[in-house]
């Protein structure tokens, strides 16, 4: 009993120690916890932690894809978008793909992948959601809408693009007729993961004119993950003047 109350006295004496108003707090805060945040308590040897613990993004499932399929008009398949991304949902650039071949005209399939893009968690493939639109306009539409947005937006989604990512990149990118909507599907392409020096002269060697690639190289150059390596895209330029220009643009950059 002795012992007992021994123990009792230092647990006691313990607690309150761990109270007293000098101590710091252990308590991690966000602004915002319920968004992004779920909470979880931790226990160690002494102390009892309140953290939070970043779940991943809420992608929608194949049942709820298919039910705007199932949604006769346009206009009520956009208010079931917004319902999704108002409650933090997230889709797969294949899921928007497939949503938005659902709607009846290519005005409200434009409005509808405008607001998906935010909402994608692999933006690095969101160039493919241009082929489910009709008309060249509403293309460029969305291209000047997404560098814009990711323009104005810092924080970015980065996703390490693989060698079956470029087969297909480059692909898209010779199938463009002109040089002027290649370098804004480039650029919408670069925004979405990060690149090597040699997939970006990959990229770059897709444009008919030397001006135009080393435009699309100067702005490339911030997303390669190796830029000791630039000098592979350096050499896709065929002008020497354009190789010097592009080299002391560079060479002034952090």
């Known amino acids: 009993m002795k012992r007992r109350t021994i123990i009792g006295m230092a647990v006691a004496a313990l607690l309150l120690c761990t109270t007293n108003g000098n101590a710091q707090s252990r308590v991690v805060r966000r602004a915002n916890p319920e968004r992004d945040f779920d909470r979880r308590v931790i226990v160690s040897d002494r102390h009892i932690d309140l953290k939070p613990v970043a779940i991943g993004p809420k992608i929608i499932g194949n049942d709820a894809v298919r039910s705007f399929k199932n949604e006769p008009f346009d206009k009520n398949r956009l208010r079931m978008a917004e319902m999704i991304f108002r409650t933090d949902g997230a889709v797969t650039a294949r899921q928007a793909i497939l949503i938005a071949e659902t709607f009846s005209f290519d005005s409200n399939r434009l409005e509808f992948l405008k607001m998906a893009y935010p909402n994608c968690v692999d933006r690095h493939n969101y160039y493919l959601t241009l082929r489910t639109l009709d008309f060249n306009a509403s293309r460029e539409r969305l291209m000047d809408f997404i560098n814009g947005f990711e323009a104005e937006n810092p924080l970015r989604i ?22 002027s909507t290649r370098y804004k599907l480039a650029v919408m392409i670069l925004n979405g993961g990060e690149f090597t020096a040699r997939q970006i002269a990959a990229m770059a060697k897709t444009f008919d004119f030397d001006n135009n690639r080393m435009d699309f190289l100067l702005g490339a150059y911030r997303f390669c993950i190796d830029r000791y390596n630039y000098t592979v895209a350096v050499n896709t330029l065929d002008f020497s003047s354009n190789r010097t220009r592009l080299m002391n643009e560079i060479a002034l950059r952090p």
């Open 158 to 179: 980065i996703n390490r693009i693989t060698n079956d990512d470029m087969k297909e990149i480059v692909s898209t990118l010779k199938n463009e007729t002109f040089d």
